[in-house]
């Protein structure tokens, strides 16, 4: 199966940086998954590693090591509207296409 | 376009009694699944459907069972309910089962509580 880890907490202030960790226990992924879950909302798909590196999409970046089992959502200039939940997420090897999700870290920026 | 549509938004319901929640996917998207998701934690996959054949099951009792029509929307049923099946479920939908290449779509949920 699989494991993922992310810290449960991160508040900053707007205009910050907040880099969210996610280090995964797995015997093999097709790609690392980021999603955005605002209170009593629906979860938004932000971005999607497959390979090693970086990926950037406008203020949020993502990145991947799979020789270090071991990835992050980066959140620049941020937002007030940028409070919400952050789920990392990867779907296996097996033939079930289930996306495994970490337990989500909740931002909070502050003003 | 309409998004991922989900019905009914809120629902209560008594220890023991059924649920069906349902699902509308995003028009072109052939593909279904169902994630539980406890206050505090990530989805949890249920289900997952593509071309109205089920694809993939999580770890949940038998008491939860899904199904996919022709116009490839979807049913989730939940029967015998505990006290620990009130949760947000969520209905996602993409073009095609493998994530890599085709992200989820989610819908703003059904918030189901059982007392």
């Known amino acids: 199966g699989q494991s993922l880890e992310q810290p449960s907490e991160v508040t900053a202030v707007e205009g910050a940086i907040v880099q969210i960790n996610c280090t995964y226990q797995?015997?093999?992924?097709?790609?690392l998954s980021w999603y955005q879950q605002h209170d009593g909302g629906a979860p938004t798909f932000l971005s999607y590693?497959?390979?090693?590196g970086l990926e950037e999409t406008g203020r949020f970046s993502s990145f991947l090591s799979r020789s270090d089992s071991y990835g992050y959502l980066l959140l620049q200039e941020l937002q007030m509207k940028d409070s919400a939940s952050y789920f990392c997420?990867?779907?296996?090897?097996?033939?079930?296409?289930?996306?495994?999700f970490g337990a989500g870290t909740t931002v909070t920026v502050r003003a | 376009d309409a998004g991922v549509t989900q019905s009914p938004t809120h629902l209560i319901k008594t220890r023991g009694q059924h649920v069906t929640l349902r699902c509308s996917p995003i028009?072109?998207?052939?593909?279904v699944s169902w994630y539980q998701q406890v206050l505090g934690q990530g989805p949890q996959f249920i289900f997952q459907?593509?071309?109205?054949?089920?694809?993939g099951r999580g770890n949940f009792p038998d008491r939860f069972s899904a199904r996919q029509f022709p116009n490839y929307s979807s049913e989730l049923n939940v029967n015998a309910l505990l006290l620990g099946d009130s949760a947000l479920y969520l209905c996602?939908?993409?073009?095609?089962?493998?994530?890599?290449?085709?992200?989820?779509?989610f819908g703003n949920g059904t918030r189901l509580t059982v007392t």
């Open positions: 996602a939908s993409s073009r095609a089962p493998d994530s890599y290449n085709s992200p989820l779509h």
């Open positions: 797995t015997s093999g992924f097709y790609g």
């Open positions: 590693n497959a390979l090693d």
């Open positions: 997420a990867v779907r296996g090897l097996s033939n079930d296409y289930k996306l495994s």
């Open positions: 028009s072109g998207h052939k593909s």
């Open positions: 459907y593509y071309e109205k054949e089920e694809r």
